[in-house]
């Protein structure tokens, strides 16, 4: 079955950077697209990026310039970069794949001074 495991997450200053990885299992990685999804409580759940089987991105407009989404592959790895990080991107990041309805337990992000 489909495993995501995301890690990474921690606190970080205003203005700081974190690189969250997420290793998947149980399906062909390289022909799915994979994303990055992030939620607050009291909040839906916002896609935060994707990236396609050939590599193509998409962002949020709320990170856009700021994150950067990769993948391995090789290693079955999904990768957010995320520098200048502000308050408001606070939250439990998650990573998808498309097609699957499996979400790990996600990473907490917590932006603060």
């Known amino acids: 079955q489909v495993q995501l495991v995301e890690s990474g997450g921690g606190l970080v200053q205003p203005g700081g950077s974190l690189r969250l990885s997420c290793a998947a299992s149980?399906?062909?990685?390289?022909?799915?697209?994979m994303s990055w999804y992030r939620q607050t409580p009291g909040k839906e759940r916002e896609r935060v990026a994707t990236?396609?089987?050939?590599?193509?991105?998409t962002y949020a407009d709320s990170v856009k310039g700021r994150f950067t989404i990769s993948r391995d592959n090789a290693k079955n790895m999904v990768y957010l970069q995320m520098n200048s990080l502000k308050p408001e991107d606070t939250a439990v990041y998650y990573c998808?794949?498309?097609?699957?309805?499996?979400w790990g337990q996600g990473t907490q992000v917590t932006v603060s001074s």
């Open positions: 149980g399906f062909t990685f390289s022909s799915n697209a």
């Open positions: 998808v794949a498309h097609g699957s309805s499996s």
């Open positions: 990236i396609y089987k050939a590599g193509s991105t």
